[in-house]
Every structure is written in C-alpha cells, then in structure tokens.
C-alpha cells in the first residue's frame, strides 16, 4: 500500500529494536543522500552516544518544540509491546488534524523523505529508556497529512511513513500538488465541455466519449495513488472506488439516453429553460420572433386552470362573542383639534368611517362572524346623562384581523375600532351580525374612560417686573438686561413674581416637565404636586337639579378637565439666551403628550426657538450682557499727557479712541476737569469700531457710563490729560575765526542755546554786502542738542550778513518766527577748480595733437596757478602766474607717446599772496597712437546670393567702436559714396571685431577710409569685395521619346506618351530636363478624366486632381500613372533646388519657348480592358440575377442562381428522355462585355459541372458586345449544382483582363481541395419540398377539428432546411426549420394554416397547400358560483343553491365532487352527462367543499386525457 515494502525488515523502515548498537537512522526517499547534521533536515545535536546514560542528552530547540505538542511519539501495533515509559500518560490519538494549514504547511520537513518514529519496548530498563528519550529528542518531527496520520503498521510489525514518488529536489511538494489540482480542474472542464456538447442534441449518445473518459479518469486515479503526493494521496481501495465511480457518472452522462442524472437535472433546467422563453415571448411584438415556435414551449405547454373555476364551501359557526376595550386601557379626547375641525367631520364620520385626527379609536373585540351593527351607551361628565348610540354601517369602521379559523367558515377573531369625539363614559350595549344574530357580551366589563387631553401653554405674565429693561417683542420672545449682583436681585425679588407662567388644563392631578436651556446648557425642571393658583369653580346651575342628578355629576365629576397656572423664575446673572421649553405633560390618567420641536437627536436643542415666533409651548429670554467702555489700549500705553499745538503741521485736537462692549448704538458720558470748571459731555456712536472723543480743550477727561442699545453699564475709570506745548526760543552769539598768513578774519564761529522740544532746525540767509544786488542763500542747521555750535567760512571775501529768522522743534515742525542778525567781514581764501559748464571735457586725443582745459579760478585777483601732468609715474609740474581773469585755459602741448596723461591742479595763489592747496582736482586724458585698420573678409570668388535677396559684406575692424567706413561701388558712373558705422555689440570685449556692411546690388565694392577719433588705414589686398547672383533652378520635360497623334479622338495638341492597356506593365516614362544646383525637388499635378467623360481633357472637367513631390538626383523620369483606363495630364508646377529651397514656379507651356523653360505639360493615355461578365436569362428574357452596374457585378463570390422543379420532375423521378424535354426551360447563358472595348473580342469560359474534371471553353470572334453560351449536354443534364467562370477576355486591341489567376484554372472542385468556386454563375436544380400530417398528430384528424393545446405535427420532404409559411387567425408567420417535424402548438382558438413550405437554401422553390387549415376550438370552461371561491357559514338546517355555469359547444359532460372542508377526503362525487342547456343548480345543505373535477363539450374536453 502506498508504495511501501511490506516485507523490509524493522531496521531498514527507520526503527532500531531496543538494545540494538546501531545508532538511529533517517530513512531517506531514493535517489537522495542521507541528511547531513546541521542541515534543515537532519537538526543537530550535542549527543555523543545515544547508548550512554551516564550524561543527559541535550535536543535542539526545534526538536524541544515538537517534543512539547507532542507530535514525536510512537505508535504501536496491536498487540505488541512497543511504547515510550513515561511518567506521564501519553495521548494514543494522533492530534495531526488539529492545526492550522499556516503549521501543516511547515511540517515538510525534508526534501521527499519521512520522519524517524521510534519505538521502543516496554521493559523498565533504565537504559533502554533513556536510548529512547534520547533516540526521540535526535529524531524530526513526523511529516503531517490532513487525511490520516503520517505512521502506519504494515505487516511484519513496521511502520512506514508517506512520501511522494517525485523527488522534492526535482519538485517541491507544495509545487506537486498545485500541479496535481491543475490537471484535475482541466480534466473536470474538459468533461464538461464534451456532455454539454452532446446534450445539445436530444437524445444523442456516444460510445466513444464513454470509453474515453473511463480511461481517462482511471489514469488521473491511478496517477493519484502512484505519485503519493502528500495531502493527495489516496489508497488502493479508494482508487478503486473513486475508478467505479467515475464509470458510473461517465455512462449516465455519455451513454444512457435516459439516464439517472437527466432525470435528476433535465425537470429543473427545462422549467427554468421555459420561464425564461414564456418571459420572453410576453414581450408585444419582439418577443414571438425572438423566441418563434420552440420545441421547449411546445413540449412544455400546460392548459391555464382557468377553465374550471370556483369553489363552493359551507360551514356551520358557533355563537359569536364581543368585549369593548379588553386591555382596560383609557383614552383621551385633544379638543383644540376638534374646535379645528370642519362642522360636518362629525356627521361624515358616521357614515363614511372616516376618522380625523381629533378623534378618538376605542377597540372591541370580536370573536365570530362579522357584525352588521354596533350599540353602545354614552355617559357625560358634565350632566351625568346617559345616551344610547348605534353604529350600522360597521364595514366603514377601522379593522384589524387578529386570527382566523379555516375550519369555522368566515368566522375571525377581529378587533374594529370606534371612532369617538366627545368625553365621557362608553359602554358596550349590543352587537349584531347580518342575519339578527346577537352577540355574548363580556360581563362585569368597566366603562371605558375618555378624558380631555392634556393641554400646557407657557404664557409671559402680564403683571411681570418692569425693571432691568424687560421688554417682549412682537415675535413672542423677550428680553431683559443682565442682573448685576445679588443684591440688585434681592431689590427685584421683592417686587418680581416671575416672567412666565405655564397654565394646564387636563386631568389632574397633572406633572410637567420643563426644560431650560441657558446659553446650550440643558437642564430639566419636572413640576409635580404642586399646588394650583386658580381653579374653576362648580357650576352654576346646580341648585336647579335634583338628587340623582347631583349624584351622577359628583360621580364622574372627577373625571372632569381643569385649568391650573404654575410661575417659573430666573435669576438671570448670566447673560445669554435662555430658552424654556414645555417638553412633556402627563394626567392623572397617565396620558403623555410630548411637545414638538426636539433636535436631530430627539433632545430639544433650542435651535427651533431662533427660527421664528414663539410657540405656546417655547418661549425665549435674551439677556443682554450690559455694556462697558474704556479707553483703547494704544491711548493707555502712549506717551502721556498728551500735547496740544497751534502749529500746522501738528495736533490742535485729538480724537481719543474708545474700547466699546454691548450691542449698538452706545451713549458715552464723560467730563472734562481743567482745574477751573467741570464739564460733563456726551457722545453717541453707531458701531464698536473707530470710536473716539474729541479732545480739543487742555484738561483731565473722565468717563462716567454707557448706555447701549438695550441696557446700561459702567465706564473705565482712568483718566487721560491734554496739556498745550510751549512754544521754542533761541539765544544767538558768534565769534570771528582769524588766519595770519591771509592777513585777517576769514571766517566767524556761531553758538546757539536753544528752547523748546528737540530735534531742532535753525533757518538763516547768508548775504554778501560786497554784492548788495545778489540773491540771499537760505541754510538750515539741525541738531538734537540744546546748545550748537557751527563755523561760517565763504570762499568769497567782504562783509557777511548772518539772519536768523525761523525756529522749528518736534511741538512746532512748521517753525515759529524770530529775529537775530549776524555781521562778519572775511577775508576769503582763493580756489580753483577744472570747468565743466561750457561742455564735456575732452578724455581722448591722439599722438601729435593738442588739448585745452579749462580752469575756473576765485578769490582775489591777479593769480598764480601750479599743476602737475602725471605719465607713467613720471610727474611733471608747471606753474601759471599772473592770471587776471577768473577763467582761465591751460594748453597742453602735442602728445608724443601714447598712454594715459593724469593733469592734477596742485596749488593757487591769490593777489594778496594768500595760498591755498588744492585737493582732489585732476582729470584723465587717454592718448592713442593711431586710428582703425579696416579691410574686406570675402571669399576668393565673392559673395553669392539668391536672387531677390541682400548681401552683407563681411568686413575686418579692429580698433575703437564706433568705426565710420566709407566704400563705393567701383565702375558705378555716379560716384555715390556709401556711409555705413560699425558699432561695438554689448556682449562683445575683444579689439577685433567682424562686421559687415550692405551691397547695393552686384559688382565689385572698394573701401575708400575708416575713422574713430583718429584716422584710420584701409588694408589694400583687402580694399576690394564682388557679390554674384545665383540663376534659378528649371525643369522640363524632354519631348524625344513624345509624339502627337491627331486622329485620336482624346488629341489635345500636347505632347503624349505612347498609349497604354489597363493593367498591363508600363515600358515608358517619361525623361526630365533639369537646371540648376541639385538635388531637386520637383512638384507637379496629375489631372484625370475616366474614360467615359464627354469632356476629355477640359481642365474645368477633371474626375480627379492630385498633386505629387519627386525629389531628384540627377537627370531622371518620371513614372506615369497606371491602372485606371483614362487620359491623364502631367504638369510641371515648381522646382526647388539646394540653392532656392523656395519653390520656384514653372510656367505650363506646350511648346519650348526658351533654351532653359521647356515643354511643362505632357499626357498619357490608358486605354480600358475589356472587361466581360456572365448572365443567365430565363427562356422568356427575364433576369435571374441581380447585378447592377457592369464592374461591381465582376465579383469574387458566385451568383447562386436556383431552379426548382416540381415534385416528380426531377431525374430521379424520370429517365433523361423527361430531363430533355425540361431542358428548354432551362435557363440561358450569355457572355455580356462592356462598350468601352474594341470588337472583334475572344473569351475563355471555364465550366465545372456536378461531377467531373472542369472544362475551358474558348469563344472566338465575338463580333457584337453580347453572345449565347451553349453548354454541353452531358453538364446540363443532371439534377444538382454546377459552375462558370470567365478566365479571360481580349479585344481587338490587344488588351486582356484576367479574370481568374492562371494557376488557379480548374482548381475549383472539391476534389482539389477547395470548398466553393470564386467567382461566375452557380446554376442548382431543386426539387420543390413537400409536407404532409403526421399519422400520431391532431392534424391527421379528416374533420380538421382541433383543440387548445393541441399539437400540430407535421412531416417534411426535400432538403434538410425549410421555410414554413402559415397563418394563425389571420396572422402570417414564417419560421424555419431544420427537422423533419414540424409542430405547432394551438394555444389560442381559431384558424390554422400551413399555406406553403420553401426550401431554406432556395426561397423560391416552394409548394402551397390549400388542404391543410383547421379549425382550433377553445377548452370548454365550468364556473362554480360565479368563478369564486365562496366561503359561506351557515347554522344547521339551512339549505344553499350552488350555480354551475358551462362555457363551451352542447352537450356538455361534467364531474362534481364533495369534500371535507380541509380536502383530505372526498365525501361524494357525481357525473352528469349530456346537458344540453348552459348552468346547472346543486342545492346542498352539508358540510365541505364542492368543485368540479371533469368538463366536456362536442369537441373537447379539461382536462386533457
């Protein structure tokens, strides 16, 4: 079993007896080497002789783990000693099929190989059992399988384990099984393909796919057991049960035809199959022709059960019984609801059951039949008086069926409802049914109860404080201002019961419950027991009634409704919205009414009470929080006091912002103290923001209170001041500065002491009264300290006026005016300085010439000027004296030496000998050594441009930009010289520069000068520069190989190719002269006319225009169009080559009019095949194909052309002298050919006949466009199906079409291969079909009397496909089929035709039938009691009149039965036989229920036999 060697002896399995040397091995699959210690397999460890017990034997750590599940243990055989000692019991049942499939997939523990079981005897030895201990903690954990445990006995007293016939080195084990179940899935869907194909087929078997799959499933068995693959292995008797097995399921699927599993499916599939197709064909005019005559509907077709309808049961009831408010509950009346009400609800009620919402629905129990009417008495708790009321249209009350006894007839038990508006007492009186049949009423029943329910209303109180601003608006909500502190409240107490009150009404004693939201915190209030603050009083007109009157009052007066009012109050110290809601009240006969307007979460939120007015039962309270004001933050925090001034540019007033808290408008008030008088102000604003007082008065201002739009508040009690700021002053001295060496005072020392608030700002003029007409100059000095000092120095001598006449500081920016005048006479040191006024000095010169600078000198005159020119750190210096006028021009010699020259005035002196250095007074003067070199950078042989476009000369320039450059054109008669400057570009930095310069034309330029600031030199080799034009590229056809035919009808005057035939290999082309620099690119038009245009050649008459590009090499052609038949023009419209990538157009010309412009225009003519096709005629002309117009009837695909003979005409009804008598009947052939050809024509005709080798028939000198085709009468003289084909044509011209590729000729018969003939005539003879009745079917029936649900069968003849044409009242259909029957199932009545039957591959080959119509008459229908089933409960002794009524055709026949009313048994059956009249009675006065089970009529019958 498994694979295992039953007789290998114990040591060779992997087992040592005990006390054997041999240390315990591992069993390894074959083919594989024994496990290595320390490899996955094989875990190692540390024991060094499993013999010794002297040491103790350490396991590893997995070993540990599995020692610890319990999974190393051995199994013993039956009867045998073998087992481990243990201290502990050890578990004999193998636990393997207890984990997860995550831990069996890790117990693969080696590469195909088993674990190590051991086993051991049972001796005490002490040994022995540590040998074992030791030999189980070496030994892996047994290999885990989910069908049974890893370690079996075999005979002999061994145990084997499984393992897998392929090695896990060539395939792992997880991979085997994957694999395994892989081919197990195909070969599962491969059966399944094959037994839905065969039951396509009804009916079908097959002994091959039988023998097949036997064998196939018993090697997909047997490979199962052989590989052992663990987790699907199997053993030998499973395998022989699984092989039996599956040769059962192969014979019912594949070779029983009515197998047990057919049995089993087929009903299911086919009523599911049915459903589906009846769903379908329900759908109005689609639904027929999808589905159309199924063999499914018709074999499924059941008769509708409508044709015996009704049945008829009589039962005797018990008395009935009725109890008014059975659970003792109690009912309250809304009268709010029933004053809303319209004044006719309470009649309409009555009559019409309708119930409104005001009323009130008190159940009564019914336990019987159903009542006809209702009396119930009425007692009021106002009067006491009792009123008796009666309800007869019971069937308008509400209903509620509770249960219901079948076997009682109509007898319920129901609860109906009665509808009630007023309150008081009700009491059940009396019920009745229809027949007068009083009901049992329950005893000692109480009176129902209805109360008024209970009503709550929150109400302000108009007597509420009016202190603290309470104010209530006209949406209904109120408002109030914040309560201070506890002592403003207890001030309030005093006077303030309370803002709002609830007023009850109901039955009390009542509970309320209140719900009080403040700023979204809920708190619930619950009123209960508390003491009403008015009731109403007893009536007035009580001493007007007597003593029983009295009494009833006071008896139910308790029940009565009463008004009570309940005052709830609020500190209100937080301010807020506070909102009340009247959630729920409840009487004393526990009626609850919960009140609208509860939250998303069924909690009252409050949101409801923004929304809109305020409810009855939700009022809210605003307390508005009272105002405050303050000064702003910014005011507290500036410099304070605050500073007035008069000066412009600073504050005369400042507007004093404000903090503002509350609700808009605010009042401010405020005073103003000055230390004088008090003056309180107040001040109004509109909103928070940009708030301010105006402050324009010196003094302290102080904040009072505030008053907001609502309430009043309290003030911040800082202060802030206003002072008004001094105004600056000024203490002005001065002393003079004194020099010697200039002979006295050359300039003064100014102080200032200044008052006020710095920064400061001094203004004073300064005035020469050496020049008394000479404007002023205005100075400022500005400093931050309080005493300045500054120095006064001019550099121009005489009498000085200082005045001071404006003094600013930061209170008075704009400056306050004052008066201090200075006077100082200075002697003023001389200066001189280089002169830039009358124009820019000049920083560049050349070698050899001479510059001027100019100098301006002050002080007094006559003076001595000394200057220093600087050159290459060699410093020369000059001195000028006697220099009487203040300007004054230094020359500066002729510059010998390049390079820079640095002139510097070193030092002045004045008349009075008065000197002064000089610093910092120097210029730059850059000295060049020559001027540009300019000369042409053109190539050898000149610059070459395209024509239309302007040259640039490329020139050389090396010096200093901008470079003026002047050049001519040499031998140009006007002399004009041109001017072009060469600018330096920003990014460039080197001296050498390229340029260019515009040619004006071609020619030669000469460069004549060049010039910076210096002038230049002109390079003679390169003075000189040509610019050429390039010519343009042409093109042209070459007329050599060209001719002109005048007596062509299609001649043009232009040069043609020589003419060609339509398909036919093109020999020419035409040449192409080109000129110009290539490659080139040439564009040119292709014009066509098809052959049959009338206007050939017209350019406004083309049938199509392409334009195509050719790009060219070298001298080439061009290839001219080929395969549709027609004149085509060739015209040349551009050229372009590598020079003018523009496209240069080409002039169309006929004629060469130029040595370089050609003839552009040429023409080709191709002329049209004869093209040919085959038709067939019928011996009186008429076509019997369809083709339309001559080319697209040139097809591949043959035209099938069928020819139906009657039955009996054929040859297999006849000899051939009868086939030759048809044979003029026969249709005709013609070989039609097109009028574009040429005539004499020749054809070749290939034609295949129903048997036999192909013959080609060649037709010659066909002088007309049309000629008969006779065949030879051995192909014509057979019934079947034969073919022609054209293969080729020729005309006159020479030109051919092929119609049929030469290799392919008489390749289209089936014995060569090929399937169908391409192309030609197919001609088939049919012989006509024909049907007939089938022998079992209705329709074999002579009087063509048929019924509903019969199926009419009928029997086909000819070809295996067929067209049925019939008519089902008066509605054509056409259907096709495929078998031999055909059946239709009559499920309407009415008329039946099968008119005519075609074959299905020849439409028109039919038969009519004028013999086969029936008459289809509808199933005769019984209706018991009208068609219903009546259920009618009756008390014994009374008689019922069953009716029967019969639908159908006299004489009717019918079965009628009795049975019990459960209908296990039947009581009494009858028959009646030919009744003549259409209803019979049945008068019965038993128990049960009665139906009928069989009609007849004179045709048919229900049902069906």
Not at 1149 to 1159: L, P
């Amino acid at each position: 079993m498994n694979g295992r060697q039953a007789g290998a002896p114990v040591g060779s399995q992997g087992l040592t007896p005990v006390g054997s040397p041999n240390r315990i091995k591992r069993r390894t699959a074959p083919g594989l080497g024994s496990p290595r210690f320390g490899s996955p397999q094989f875990p190692r460890t540390d024991a060094q002789n499993p013999e010794s017990s002297a040491e103790p034997t350490r396991s590893t750590f997995a070993e540990r783990i599995y020692q610890s599940t319990g999974r190393l243990r051995a199994h013993p055989e039956p009867g045998s000693s073998f087992g481990l000692v243990s201290q502990t019991p050890i578990a004999q049942n193998n636990n393997f099929n207890m984990h997860s499939p995550g831990q069996l997939s890790q117990l693969d523990l080696g590469a195909g190989s088993s674990a190590d079981v051991l086993a051991s005897t049972g001796s005490p030895a002490k040994s022995g059992a540590a040998s074992a201990a030791a030999a189980l903690r070496r030994a892996p954990p047994p290999p885990v399988t989910m069908s049974a445990p890893a370690v079996k006995p075999v005979k002999g007293g061994a145990v084997q384990a499984s393992t897998s016939a392929i090695p896990a080195t060539v395939i792992d084990l997880p991979s085997q099984r994957m694999y395994a179940l892989a081919v197990l899935g195909l070969l599962v869907a491969w059966k399944l393909y094959d037994a839905i194909s065969l039951s396509v087929d009804v009916g079908r078997t097959s002994f091959y796919l039988f023998v097949k799959w036997c064998l196939l499933d018993s090697a997909m068995w047997y490979g199962a057991w052989f590989l052992r693959i663990p987790r699907l292995s199997i053993l030998s008797h499973t395998m022989y049960a699984l092989i039996a097995l599956s040769v059962f399921i192969n014979l019912n699927l594949f070779y029983l035809t009515m197998s047990v599993l057919t049995l089993a499916v087929k009903p299911v599939a086919v009523s599911l199959a049915t459903g589906w197709l009846r769903s379908v064909k329900s759908i109005p005019w689609l639904g027929p022709r999808l589905v159309g005559d199924s063999d499914l509907l018709i074999d499924s077709f059941e008769l509708d059960e409508a044709h015996i309808l009704g049945r008829h049961t009589i039962h005797i009831l018990p008395h009935s019984l009725t109890h008014m408010n059975p659970q003792g509950r109690s009912f309250c009346i809304d009268e709010a609801q029933l004053r809303a009400e319209p004044w006719y609800q309470k009649y309409a009620s009555g009559l019409f059951g309708h119930s409104g919402q005001s009323q009130t629905l008190i159940p009564i129990l019914i336990n019987g039949t159903h009542p006809d009417s209702i009396s119930y008495a009425y007692t009021s708790f106002e009067t006491g008086q009792r009123q008796l009321r009666t309800i007869k249209n019971t069937g308008a009350l509400q209903m509620e069926t509770n249960a219901v006894y079948p076997t009682l007839g109509n007898w319920v038990m129901a609860t109906y409802y009665l509808p009630v508006s007023e309150v008081g007492a009700y009491e059940i009186f009396s019920v009745k049914d229809r027949k007068g049949l009083e009901f049992r009423t329950a005893t000692q029943a109480p009176p129902t109860i209805v109360v008024t329910c209970p009503q709550a209303q929150l109400q302000w109180l108009d007597n509420a404080h009016t202190g603290d601003n309470f104010v209530v608006g006209s949406d209904g909500h109120a408002s109030i201002c914040q309560r201070i502190d506890q002592d403003h409240m207890a001030e309030s107490r005093s006077t303030d019961d309370g803002l709002l009150q609830v007023v009850v009404e109901g039955y009390e004693p009542i509970e309320m419950t209140v719900v009080r939201l403040v700023n979204g915190h809920r708190e619930v209030i619950s009123l209960d027991g508390i003491q009403p603050q008015s009731m109403e009083a007893q009536p007035t007109h009580i001493e007007t009634l007597n003593a029983t009157q009295i009494a009833a009052i006071e008896k139910w007066s308790r029940f009565k409704t009463r008004k009570s009012a309940y005052t709830l109050s609020d500190t209100f110290l937080r301010p807020g919205e506070y909102v009340y809601k009247l959630e729920s009240i409840r009487d004393a006969a526990n009626h609850s009414v919960v009140m609208s307007g509860l939250g998303g979460k069924g909690i009252f939120d409050g949101n409801k009470a923004a929304e809109g007015k305020a409810t009855s039962y939700m009022a809210r309270i605003q307390v508005h929080r009272r105002p405050s004001a303050g000064w702003a933050d910014a005011l507290l925090n500036a410099e304070l006091p605050l500073r007035l001034s008069d000066d412009r540019a600073r504050k005369s007033d400042y507007a004093l912002p404000l903090t503002l808290s509350g609700t808009g408008p605010w009042t401010v008030n405020y005073i103003i103290d000055n230390g004088d008088e008090v003056t309180q102000e107040s001040k109004t604003f509109s909103k928070a923001t940009d708030s301010t007082i105006d402050a324009w008065r010196p003094g302290t201002y102080h904040l009072l209170d505030v008053d907001d739009k609502f309430c009043g508040g309290q003030a911040s009690r800082a202060n802030i001041t206003l002072v008004q700021a001094p105004k600056p002053a000024a203490n002005v001295s001065s002393t003079p500065i004194t020099a010697h060496e200039c002979g006295g005072e050359i300039g003064a020392l100014v102080e200032l002491e200044l008052t006020g608030r710095p920064p400061f700002a001094v203004h004073y003029r300064e005035r020469n009264l050496r020049f008394p007409n000479s404007r002023p100059i205005t100075r400022i000095v500005r400093t931050q300290q309080r005493r300045h000092s500054f120095k006064v120095m001019p550099d121009m001598a005489g009498t000085y006026e200082l005045e001071f006449f404006r003094l600013e500081d930061d209170n008075y920016p704009s400056g306050q005016p004052m008066s201090a005048t200075i006077e100082q006479a200075i002697h003023a040191q001389p200066s001189a300085k280089i002169d830039t006024l009358n124009g820019r000095i000049s920083s560049r010169a050349c070698m050899g010439e001479e510059l001027e600078l100019p100098v301006r000198l002050k002080g007094q005159g006559p003076w001595e000027l000394v200057y220093n020119i600087v050159y290459e750190n060699r410093r020369t210096s000059k001195t000028v004296s006697g220099i009487t006028d203040e300007s004054y021009t230094i020359a500066l010699g002729a510059f010998d030496n390049a390079g820079e020259y640095t002139i510097e005035l070193a030092q002045v002196k004045d008349g009075n000998q008065c000197a002064r250095d000089l610093i910092d007074v120097s210029t730059v003067v850059t000295v060049r050594e020559g001027g540009p070199r300019v000369g042409f950078q053109c190539p050898d042989n000149g610059i070459h441009v395209l024509d239309g476009e302007q040259a640039q000369m490329p020139i050389n320039v090396a010096g200093e930009f901008p470079v003026e450059v002047q050049y001519h054109k040499v031998g140009d008669t006007s002399d004009h010289v041109h001017t072009a400057t060469i600018r330096r570009k920003p990014q460039q930095q080197s001296s050498l520069q390229l340029a260019s310069v515009i040619a004006y034309g071609p020619g030669e330029y000469e460069l004549l000068a060049a010039s910076d600031i210096c002038a230049g030199t002109i390079d003679a080799q390169r003075a000189r520069c040509s610019v050429h034009v390039e010519a343009k590229p042409s093109a042209w056809f070459v007329t050599d190989s060209l001719r002109r035919d005048s007596n062509d009808a299609h001649d043009t005057g232009i040069w043609r190719l020589h003419e060609s035939c339509e398909g036919a290999a093109l020999q020419s082309a035409f040449e192409l002269g080109l000129s110009g620099s290539g490659p080139w690119k040439i564009d040119y038009r292709v014009d066509y006319w098809a052959t049959g245009n009338a206007r050939s050649g017209v350019p406004s008459f083309t049938d199509r225009t392409i334009t195509h590009s050719l790009v060219v090499l070298q001298t080439s052609t061009l290839k001219p169009e080929c395969c549709e038949p027609g004149l085509y023009r060739y015209t040349l419209l551009s050229v372009r080559d590598e020079r003018y990538q523009k496209p240069q157009m080409l002039l169309a010309a006929h004629e060469a009019v130029a040595a370089e412009a050609g003839v552009t225009v040429v023409e080709h003519l191709i002329t049209k095949s004869p093209l040919a096709e085959l038709r067939a005629y019928s011996p009186d002309g008429t076509p019997l194909d369809t083709s339309s117009s001559s080319r697209r009837s040139f097809r591949r695909q043959p035209r099938s052309i069928k020819h139906c003979l009657a039955p009996g005409q054929s040859k297999s009804d006849g000899d051939a002298q009868t086939w030759a008598k048809l044979h003029k009947y026969l249709p005709v052939f013609r070989i039609e050919f097109e009028p574009s050809g040429k005539a004499p024509f020749q054809a070749w005709v290939e034609v295949f006949p129903a048997s036999g080798p192909s013959e080609v028939v060649h037709l010659e000198d066909i002088a007309g466009y049309s000629q008969p085709i006779t065949l030879p009468d051995h192909v014509a003289s057979q019934i079947g199906r034969y073919h022609m084909r054209l293969v080729r044509t020729r005309d006159a011209r020479g030109c051919e079409h092929q119609f049929v590729d030469p290799s392919e000729v008489g390749l289209g018969r089936a014995d060569h291969g090929s399937a169908a003939i391409a192309g030609g005539i197919e001609i088939e003879y049919i012989e006509a079909p024909n049907a007939r009745p089938a022998s079992a079917s209705p329709a074999a029936n002579p009087s063509r009397n048929v019924c509903v649900g019969d199926v009419l069968a009928f029997e086909l003849r000819g070809l295996n496909s067929w067209n049925v044409d019939y008519s089902y009242n008066s509605a054509r259909r056409s259907t096709s089929v495929t078998k031999r029957l055909f059946r239709r199932i009559a499920d309407v009545p009415g008329n039946f035709t099968l008119e005519r039957v075609c074959h299905r591959a020849a439409n028109e080959c039919c038969s009519e039938f004028d013999d086969l119509s029936y008459a289809v008459h509808d199933i005769p229908r019984v209706l018991v009691s009208g068609g219903k089933d009546v259920y009618q409960d009756i008390l014994e002794g009374d008689m019922v009149d069953i009716r029967l009524d019969l639908v159908g055709a006299p004489p009717f026949t019918f079965t009628w039965q009795r049975r019990s009313i459960d209908g296990a048994k039947v009581l009494e059956s009858h028959t009646v036989k030919d009744l003549d009249v259409f209803s019979y009675t049945i008068s019965a006065a038993s128990e049960g229920t009665f139906e009928v089970t069989f009609v007849q009529d004179r045709y048919c019958q229900y049902p069906k036999a």
